[in-house]
């Protein structure tokens, strides 16, 4: 992996790709770049490559969005992100590496399915509180999805966005929750053996690429249309979803 052109021909464009949404754009889209790495490396080399880089993604976008975030969301979220990571490391101890090929495929095609068929007629509903559980299960969710295939940015996303946050408040919510929730993540992936040194030594080579697309994110949060973005985006999911399906169960 370490000297192959093209791991890295999938791994750059991938990261790139990462910085920018979770720089710009709610970090939803960023888990694109899990299941299309693990179309050319194993599920757990890839989640394991990406972690760190996301990670320095979060530290890098934390100063432009500092203070900007909404702190009840992000504290239910994040409190509730605990159990989830805790869920997802007792699966991945007993689940072999063709059950989160399918995880992850089926979390691609379903949030591709969601926005085409139902986001749009969730997100114009009109914004109102939510009891704390509803934020706390949330993050559940997100905590679970994030630890085994980084795809917590979707359930997130439901819950900010029916809250009717401003954009730069939305984006800045999701910076600080997925900061948090990476750092707990972080802990049990080092356990379980997700990082050795050979994808670390990847992601020194990766760093600059997550570090330009975190820049790109910012400073495209105004000018990009978001259709343009996540069109993209579905269309790279429903191809490496559909690829990571077909791989496990043949």
Do not use: C
Request: glycine share 10%; charged share 10%; hydrophobic share 55%.
């Amino acid at each position: 992996m370490l000297t192959d052109p093209v791991f890295y021909a999938v791994a750059i464009p991938a990261v790139i790709f990462a910085g920018v949404s979770k720089g710009g754009f709610g970090s939803g889209a960023a888990f694109a770049s899990t299941p299309i790495l693990a179309l050319v490396v194993g599920p757990g080399i890839a989640l394991g490559v990406m972690l760190p880089l996301l990670m320095l993604v979060d530290a890098a976008t934390l100063r432009p969005y500092w203070r900007k975030w909404s702190w009840p969301d992000a504290r239910l979220l994040i409190l509730g992100g605990v159990p989830g990571v805790t869920l997802g490391a007792a699966l991945w101890r007993v689940a072999p590496d063709d059950v989160f090929r399918v995880l992850i495929g089926l979390v691609s095609l379903g949030f591709v399915a969601w926005q085409l068929f139902g986001a749009r007629a969730i997100l114009r509903a009109e914004p109102r509180p939510y009891p704390k559980w509803v934020g706390l299960f949330t993050g559940t969710i997100a905590g679970f999805t994030s630890f085994v295939s980084h795809a917590g940015g979707p359930p997130v996303a439901v819950y900010l966005l029916a809250r009717g946050l401003a954009k730069t408040t939305y984006q800045a919510t999701t910076v600080l929750t997925f900061w948090a929730i990476n750092i707990v993540k972080f802990v049990p992936y080092a356990f379980l053996g997700i990082f050795t040194t050979e994808t670390l030594l990847v992601d020194l080579v990766l760093a600059p690429f997550a570090l330009v697309g975190a820049w790109l994110g910012v400073k495209a949060h105004r000018i990009v249309p978001e259709r343009l973005f996540f069109g993209l985006t579905y269309t790279m999911l429903t191809l490496a979803g559909t690829k990571l399906l077909y791989d496990a169960f043949t």
